[in-house]
């Protein structure tokens, strides 16, 4: 089993930048892809970014792609996700969550495929 827990989550300008972490524990993270989910207020939880397990791929949702940088350091045990140019649209609970499976878009976007899901992080954009 992996846990997971977020942070880096607060309150930031239009225009600005947040860098999220997920920090893992029990299972070593390097065994697994891991992807980026948020969901807004009365919102599906919707895919952001994920990363294989070698890191050697990665890939964004339309929203955030060019903006966002999904990233990993395995022998840390972290994953990152850093998101410049943020909206208030971006206003959202972020969540890391892990995952056996890589391979097509609709495949690695889908909640479904994730076995192991932090707490969240806030993220709040204000214009």
Known sequence: ???????GGGL????????LSCAASGRTLS????????????????????????????????SVKGR?????N????MVYLQVNSLKPEDTAVY???STTVWGRLSTIS???EYLYWGQGTQV???S
């Open 74 to 77: 395995n022998a840390e045990n």
């Open 68 to 72: 966002a940088t999904i990233s990993r």
């Open 110 to 112: 889908d909640v479904k």
């Open 1 to 7: 089993q992996v846990q997971l827990v977020e942070s």
């Open 124 to 126: 709040t954009v204000s």
């Open 95 to 97: 969540y890391c969550a």
């Open 12 to 19: 930031v300008q239009a225009g600005g930048s947040l860098r």
């Open 31 to 62: 065994r697994y892809n891991v992807g980026w989910f948020r969901q807004a207020p009365g919102k599906e939880r919707l895919f952001v970014a994920a990363i294989h397990l070698s890191g050697g791929s990665t890939t964004y949702a339309a």
